[in-house]
């Protein structure tokens, strides 16, 4: 992580902090951005990087998705703002929201998902983008200067051009392109800044997400079931997890 602007949390394994430049991220942290946030950058070796946006919410390095998303995306966007950079030799690994899935690409897009809809928007380069939802999925390519957009009803377009809407709706920090800084504080120890560990209502959007992104949060975060807030919160909507059967009611795992 290189820059942090403004308030962000990241939630490592099961242990929450504030984010802070230098520290190094593992595979499946959460980021969350406050709606203050200017720009939260994180780089990879390969000289990719990804800036987040104010009220987002991220899990970086998911792993696969499904039989057909064969790829290992960057990150997964469940909302908000995330500007993905590749301009080395390289394509990048693209990444991945609840509607949409980015192939591997040389470039810039930006991406934004909220409650309205989402959309990408090829700064430079070329994207292959699939909508996950259609049957079968949808593929379709977008050169540089171009704008996908999906709705909330889930019917989606290309343009030449995004409006001036979406141009306006762009947070400013995604607006100046910024070099990169890895290499400076490679190797640079930084304090963490630890906090309380994380309600069930600051899970609950990951929580109730789809299963690819749930599937280990049992075994990441079962010790907070011991905790009675967060284990009658999750008795209370076990519907929308069921996969948390096992912890909160191990008795019926167990054959006689």
Do not use: C
């Amino acid at each position: 992580m290189t820059i942090v602007d403004g308030d962000a949390t990241l939630v490592v394994a099961a242990r929450k902090s504030a984010a802070v430049p230098g520290q190094r991220v593992d595979a499946r942290t959460l980021v969350e951005t406050g709606p203050n946030l200017k720009l939260l950058r994180i780089e990879w070796p390969d000289g990719s990087a990804v800036d987040f946006g104010p009220d987002t919410r991220a899990m970086l390095t998911p792993g696969r998705f499904g039989p057909r998303l064969r790829a290992h995306p960057a990150f997964y966007l469940l909302e908000g703002w995330a500007k993905q950079s590749g301009l080395g030799t390289e394509a990048v690994a693209g990444h991945v929201t609840a509607a949409l899935q980015i192939h591997p690409f040389k470039g810039v897009t930006v991406t934004h998902v909220g409650e309205q809809g989402s959309f990408v928007f090829v700064e430079s380069g070329a994207v292959d983008l699939i909508e996950r939802n259609s049957r079968p999925p949808a593929v379709m390519s977008l050169k540089s200067g171009e704008v996908y957009s999906r709705d909330k009803a889930g019917t989606g377009a290309t343009a030449a051009r995004p409006s001036a809407e979406q141009l306006r709706s762009v947070p400013r920090g995604f607006r100046d392109t910024l070099p990169l800084r890895g290499a400076k504080l490679s190797g640079k120890e930084v304090e963490l800044r630890l906090l309380p560990p994380p309600a069930y209502g600051e899970l609950s959007p990951w929580l109730t997400s789809e299963w690819a992104l749930r599937r280990d949060f049992p075994r990441r975060f079962g010790a907070f079931a011991r905790d009675a807030t967060f284990r009658n919160a999750l008795e209370d909507n076990l519907r929308a997890h069921p996969e948390w059967e096992s912890v909160l009611y191990p008795e019926k795992q167990q054959r006689p």
